[in-house]
Each structure stands twice: as C-alpha cells, then as structure tokens.
C-alpha cells in the first residue's frame, strides 16, 4: 500500500527513541486511553493523505543529523493500524539506508502488524497496566493484541524499549513497580525501560473536540516520587 493517513510530523525529535529523529504520527487508534496526549489522531478518517514518496523525501531531509543512532519513529495514533502502508515506508526508508522504529501500544495487531514489525529495527511499547482489567477500562481494549506483540517481537529477536506512564492514585506504588518488573521478564531484548510522569497538559485538546477527559482535575505526577520509582526498576 503506497498511501497513508497521517496527522502530523515532527522533526529533531530527541524523545522518540535514540538519537535525532523524524517522527511522524500516523492517524487512527482503536484504543481510548484515559491519559491520551493525542486524541485528535483517534479517528482513522482525520489527519491528511501521504504517500510513500513524501515520508522517503521529509526522512531524508533528516538524515545529515540521525548519525549511527538516529533515524525516524512512527507514532500515533496506533501505527499498526495501518501496517501495510508502514511496512511499505519503512522498507523504503532502509532502502535510503534510514532505520526506523515503531511506536505502539499494544492494543492492536494482526498479520500486517507482524510485517512491519519484522520489517523495524526497534519497537517502543507503551505499557498501559500490566493488569489486564485495568488494561480495558484504561484503554476500552483487551491485552491480546500486546500479548500478540510481545510474542513475535521475542520470536523475531527485535530489541525494544518499554515506557509506562505514572499516574498518580493508579499505579504510583512499589507494589505496581514490582508486578511491572515480573511482566517485563516475558520479553526477551530489553533495551532500556523509562518511567514516565503523568501529565495534564493535553486536557484543553478534549475540551477543543468536546470529548470528556477522564482524569480531568488529577494533578501531574511529582518528579520526586517518579524518580524513586524509577530507581526501582530492574
């Protein structure tokens, strides 16, 4: 597939996975996480047409700055949402000799999905709980699609680095910290983990689409007490 939808770029993203990179953020999610930074990338119709030539032409205007570790990111949105059309870009990425990684949450997955997957050279995965009851009523999505995921990324040996947002009264204890250092012994080629603080600010973004922010007057995660979890990490 040489079209996609896209919702916006983001270029010397230095967030993203490692080194300098282009990040482009794919339309469409089938999940609707409480804490969402995005929402206006949930509908699959929203965002603008792109096609291949375009995603090769801004990657490269990077490329004199990713050096060995740079490259470009697809986020979201849930970019396995669309994983014919992100196979296709990231071959044609590595063709330019760019590498790329994928950014997903977990919460969708099928054959498509498995092809860029194998197709990547690193998967950042957004845990949203490791209970999977929480899970849904975080993400209105079960956890098979990120079990799907975890298997083949093991069984494909790709490197992966996990980040899990904290947010306060749901998962800021050592209790939590513990139960995500157990779920994280089921992936083979850990990279890096980065605990990441919950944070409000995209709450006007609701009020703009007139969708309910869930969390609407939880105050941000202290750096403090993150920085102590995070030391927890094994």
């Not at 090769?56 to 396995?80: C, I, Q, W």
């Not at 996990?162 to 306060?168: K, L, M, T």
């Not at 983990?193 to 939880?218: D, Q, R």
């Amino acid at each position: 597939m040489n079209k996609g939808r896209l919702h916006s770029i983001e270029t010397f993203g230095a967030v993203d996975g490692p080194g300098i990179r282009t990040v482009f953020f794919l339309q469409g999610c089938p999940a609707r996480c409480a804490y969402c930074h995005n929402p206006d990338t949930w509908d699959p119709c929203g965002g603008r047409e792109v096609d291949l030539d375009e995603i090769v032409s801004r990657a490269k205007r990077g490329k004199p700055y990713y050096g060995e570790d740079g490259g470009v990111t697809f986020s979201g949105g849930e970019p396995l949402l669309q994983g014919k059309f992100l196979f296709e870009a990231i071959k044609s990425l590595h063709a330019e000799g760019i590498g790329s990684a994928i950014d997903t949450s977990g919460t969708y997955f099928d054959e498509d999905s498995e092809s860029a997957i194998a197709e990547a050279d690193l998967v950042l995965l957004d845990i949203k709980h490791t209970d999977g009851t929480v899970f849904k009523e975080l993400t209105g999505r079960g956890q098979e699609s990120l079990f799907r995921l975890i298997e083949v990324v093991n069984r494909l040996g790709k490197p992966i680095w996990i980040r899990q947002v904290i947010v306060p009264g749901l998962n800021d204890t050592q209790a939590y910290i513990a139960a995500l250092n157990d779920f994280l012994t089921d992936i083979e080629i850990i990279r890096k983990v980065e605990l990441l603080g919950y944070h409000n600010m995209a709450e006007s973004k609701y009020e703009k689409l007139g969708i309910e922010y869930k969390l609407k007057g939880l105050a941000p995660m202290s750096n403090e007490k993150l920085q102590a979890l995070s030391e927890l990490i094994i």
